[in-house]
């Protein structure tokens, strides 16, 4: 009995898939804590949620207490949203003919995607949700069959809890919403890209805010309060002089200015400057419109310095010039209590040898993941039309627009922001290689040009590293 490329593939992808879930399954069990996830499994298993943390992870995981209290359920969810999601893109690689397109679960592998997966983090539900969401919906469009009814109840519900799952997804969910709608990335008749580019985030947006309000019915905490101390701190900083609202001593507005720092928002209630923040609680001035005020003033007035601040920041986020200001590539369990707490075994010791290994090269450095983004987004524009080409241009584009929402919005520098960006790159360019080409001097073109930029970016890092 002769067995079949298709045949292999076909038991291939799945037993992957299935090692890659009981390896991380193992070596992160049962699910590793920060003082963010302390916090959502606090309002878990009270029930009472705030909206500092988008409640729908606190929320769901408050489901699953009532099955078991612990990190054991929402962390094996995640996990397996995640490995079903590589496993249905590999599985639609692989009907779109590409040789070894069954192999794309290995990406679950590697160190910089491997690193987060046991973390109990929005960011690795956002990553995993959408993985799942676009990898089913792709595998059953490479097919050219129809979903199941269930299948594509599971599909929105995915895409819906990594919309609600961090507060910026709803400017990356634009082309993914759309890529599930059945819509053409690429149609000559723009209005209907255009129309979900402008009406889907806000539409999102609403519905975060009526689930948030009615649903979760979160306490308010006014998060935003943070983009604008940190924006408020940041011009102050630059001018030389106190911005942020509040009843400060003479002694405090001359501090106030030094309370900066370009990676973070922190600065504002961290050692000598902690008066800052909690002056402004004790005072009801967070999320109140003066701040708000206080904030548009400042933007206004000193353009500027504002462009100064946040450029510094894009700095310390893409980590483009200089070392790496923060080793976050692998992370421990902070939680005390021995029921819920990882116990690092040698193979967690020798990922997180290789993920320190590799930290300061530009794998570790979004840049070059924002870069990789912007070429998938050009190449699938030179590629001709198929459910490859698609997925390729939703993926890369939201890869692409969720890097960029954190150079306004941003408020802190930490690499993990980039996880569901590097997931989608590599997505997209999986599925680029199983694409035909409409134009070889367009494809040379962008691929020269994006070959150039890797090269370009890749050799400034390693200068600016030679140089510290």
């Known amino acids: 009995m002769t067995v079949t490329r298709r045949q292999i593939s076909a038991a291939a992808g799945p037993a992957i898939a299935a090692f890659g879930f009981l390896l991380s399954a193992t070596v992160y069990f049962p699910g590793l804590f920060t003082p963010d996830s302390m916090d959502q499994f606090e309002q878990s298993q009270s029930g009472h949620f705030t909206d500092w943390h988008p409640p729908v992870m606190a929320m769901l995981w408050r489901a699953f207490n009532f099955i078991h209290v612990g990190p054991e359920l929402l962390f094996g969810f995640h996990l397996a949203l995640f490995w079903i999601g590589v496993w249905a893109i590999g599985d639609g690689l692989t009907r779109r003919g590409l040789a070894y397109g069954a192999l794309f679960p290995l990406i679950g592998l590697l160190p910089f995607v491997f690193n987060y997966l046991g973390l109990l983090w929005k960011d690795v539900a956002v990553a995993a949700a959408w993985t799942f969401a676009a990898g089913l919906a792709f595998r059953r469009q490479a097919g050219q069959v129809k979903a199941h009814t269930i299948e594509q109840v599971c599909v929105w519900a995915a895409f819906a809890y990594g919309v609600l799952a961090r507060a910026n997804t709803i400017f990356a969910a634009a082309p993914l919403a759309l890529y599930l709608l059945g819509g053409n990335l690429f149609s000559r ?9 402008l009406l889907i985030p806000p539409l999102l947006l609403a519905g975060s805010a009526v689930f948030n309000k009615y649903v979760a019915r979160a306490e308010p905490q006014y998060a935003t309060s943070s983009l604008f101390l940190f924006d408020l701190a940041g011009i102050s900083h630059r001018l030389g002089k106190n911005l942020i609202p509040g009843p400060w001593t003479a002694a405090q507005e001359r501090q106030i200015p030094n309370c900066y720092g370009p990676d973070k928002w922190d600065h504002t209630g961290m050692g000598e400057c902690a008066f800052v923040t909690s002056t402004l609680d004790e005072r009801d001035l967070s999320g109140s419109p003066i701040l708000t005020q206080a904030w548009t003033s400042a933007i206004l007035s000193h353009p500027m310095e504002y462009l100064g601040h946040r450029l510094a920041y894009t700095n310390e986020l893409m980590r483009w010039l200089g070392p790496v200001p923060t ?14 707490a990882n116990t690092p075994g040698p193979l967690f010791r020798a990922i997180e040898a ?53 150079i306004p919005f941003g408020v802190a520098s930490d690499f993990r922001y980039a996880y569901w960006s590097i997931i989608a790159d590599l997505g997209a360019g999986a599925a680029l290689l199983a694409c035909r080409w409409r134009n070889a001097r367009v494809l040379g073109a962008i691929a020269s040009a994006s070959a150039i930029g890797v090269i370009a970016m890749i050799g400034s890092s390693i200068v600016s590293q030679i140089r510290t």
Not at 189 to 197: C, E, G, H, S, T
């Open 189 to 197: 008749r723009l209005w209907p890209q255009i129309a979900a580019m």
């Open 354 to 406: 290789v993920c320190e290994a590799l930290t300061d090269t530009p794998l570790f450095r979004p840049y070059f993941w924002l870069l990789l983004a912007i070429s998938a987004a050009g190449l699938s524009f030179a590629a001709e039309n198929s459910p490859q080409r698609q997925v390729a241009g939703a993926l890369s584009l939201s890869a692409l627009i969720y890097l960029l929402s954190y």
């Open 327 to 340: 080793r976050d590539a692998f992370m421990e369990t902070e939680i005390a209590d021995p029921r819920y």
